[in-house]
């Protein structure tokens, strides 16, 4: 958050932000759950480090430490409190909202990729050696990618030890751990406790584990625009892969190992969590899994800073007031939120989501029987599939396909990245290389697969539209000017923008709206 930061130190040409130690405590003395998840109170006479808003008592100033990650905590003999448990709050907006070595090598860090492919494969990812990587990250968030990793790994068997009924060996592979020994070891070490205390500690605070599918509360800061996010999922929705009925938004998922699914409990949200049922092919794709859920919501957005900001200018203040806590909906597939764009880069809403439709029951995979049910039953289709087959399919305009196909072409030969650890300014320079793939199109990829918070999109008609609505410039040029208020949210800017545009007095049927 804007007031837990020093203004910086300078670093290698830029400015890296560093704790400010006098604003973390008094933060930790009047328990503000706003920065839990932004740093990491450490005790130094019990050995153990906590969220801010923890309810022990407060330590006295001289005894507590600052951390930016949980890891960096662990790293120097740490363990974590059983009483707040640090591990499940929201995660740091930084990782959004910064767009450096540091964030990208966190977010795919959270989506596994250590698991997958060790540190070379991050180093590899980001475009960086081993060893630069590992300086930069330690450097910056006080633990480099292995013990970031292993903290990773921690609170997914955390998770899986409190949530399912697996056996401890299982979920010590399902985690990501080489060996049961190490994943008995860590969970001691972090948690100071067996496994088998941690599974009985946990029985009572939520419903008992069912085998197959896990209950999970995915947590957020507050204020949270529970019904901005299901507004929006239920009107682009497709057909087969997802569905939106009684306030629950259902998908499927494709995930490193396997397909899953996932039913998203926005209707009757809950202050604090969102409730989610997940059913996965293989356990090991839990970490990846609550990552791209967590993504898809905006779950670690910090609401309070954006609204402070937006309402600071009156022509959005009303909207602000309405809409507290407004979310940028995000992407589960970069392949997908990507053909999304493109096919409703032109046309309305019902013509881009009968056109999905058609793509996803054609070309995409049925689940295996054990996650079938009553919900979607199809994976968006694969890239190579796409780009083999999706001029035949979707018909229209030759461009449309031919752009369609050089995108998945591009995905599946593996020249177009679209993963959580792109930079956004490489990434709208990769798509806008593609023919028939403008700087709108780019700019919302990047919105919505990075969860990049500064994209404004005024070119974009619908934004225009809202902005006339609010009194705002609606010309290009003057909303510019005035969008450079906005900054460092002008994402959440336009969103509130494409709400205005999607009053009754304006039109409703632009794919680009809300």
Not at 161 to 189: C, H, K, L, Y
Not at 307 to 318: I, K, Y
Not at 323 to 339: K, Q
Not at 455 to 482: I, N
Request: proline share 8%; hydrophobic share 45%; with cysteine.
């Amino acid at each position: 958050m804007s007031d837990s930061r020093e203004n910086g130190v300078a670093r290698g040409g830029r400015v890296v932000p560093v704790l400010d130690i006098e604003r973390c405590y008094r933060a930790v003395a009047a328990r503000d759950p706003r920065f839990d998840g932004v740093f990491i109170t450490a005790v130094r006479t019990t050995g153990i480090y906590c969220r801010p808003s923890c309810p022990a008592t407060t330590p006295k100033r001289r005894n507590v430490e600052f951390f930016p990650t949980a890891a960096a905590a662990q790293q120097q003999g740490y363990r974590a409190c059983r009483r707040c448990l640090p591990d499940a709050v929201p995660g740091s907006p930084d990782w959004n909202s910064r767009s450096d070595l540091a964030a990208r090598a966190m977010r795919l860090i959270a989506d596994g990729l250590v698991e997958r492919s060790g540190v070379a494969g991050l180093a590899t990812a980001l475009g960086y050696s081993e060893r630069h990587l590992t300086r930069i990250v330690t450097a910056e968030l006080g633990a480099g990618p292995l013990a970031l990793a292993r903290a990773h790994r921690a609170h997914t068997a955390r998770l899986l030890i409190e949530t399912t009924p697996m056996s401890m060996a299982d979920i010590a592979f399902a985690a990501g751990f080489a060996s049961v020994r190490q994943f008995n070891d860590t969970v001691r070490e972090v948690y100071a406790v067996t496994p088998s205390v941690l599974r009985r500690e946990s029985s009572g605070r939520g419903p008992a584990p069912v085998a197959g599918t896990l209950s999970l509360r995915l947590p957020h800061r507050e204020p949270f625009d529970a019904d901005g996010l299901l507004a929006h999922f239920a009107g682009r929705a497709l057909a087969g892969s997802e569905t939106v009925a009684d306030g629950v938004y259902r998908r499927t998922l494709r995930l490193p190992h396997g397909p899953a699914v996932v039913a998203l409990r926005l209707g009757d949200h809950t202050p604090g969590h969102v409730r989610a049922e997940l059913r996965l092919t293989e356990p090991r794709d839990l970490g990846p899994a609550v990552a791209r859920l967590r993504r898809l919501l905006d779950l670690d957005a910090d609401p309070a800073a954006v609204d402070e900001l937006l309402a600071a200018d009156p022509a959005l203040a009303p909207s602000v007031a309405s809409t507290p806590g407004i979310r940028l909906p995000g992407a589960a597939d970069g392949l997908e939120i990507a053909v999304k764009a493109l096919l409703g880069q032109q046309v309305s809403v019902s013509a881009a989501r009968t056109t999905g439709a058609r793509l996803v029951a054609v070309l995409g995979d049925p689940l295996p029987a054990e996650l079938a049910g009553d919900g979607p039953d199809r994976l968006f289709p694969p890239a190579d599939r796409l780009a083999e087959q999706v001029a035949a399919t979707v018909g229209g305009p030759a461009r449309r396909a031919a752009a369609l196909a050089a995108l998945a072409a591009a995905v599946a030969e593996g020249t177009l990245v679209l993963d959580a650890g792109r930079d956004p300014a490489g990434l709208r320079a990769d798509l806008q290389a593609l023919p028939g793939v403008g700087p709108w199109t780019a700019g919302y990829v990047a919105m919505r697969l990075l969860g990049d918070p500064d994209e404004p999109l005024v070119s974009d008609l619908a934004v225009r539209r809202g902005a006339a609505a609010l009194g705002l410039p609606s010309d290009v040029d003057g909303l510019t000017r005035h969008a450079a208020r906005w900054r460092p949210w002008r994402s959440y800017a336009a969103t509130h923008l494409w709400r205005a545009a999607a009053r009754p007095a304006a039109d409703p049927t632009v794919w680009r709206t809300a």
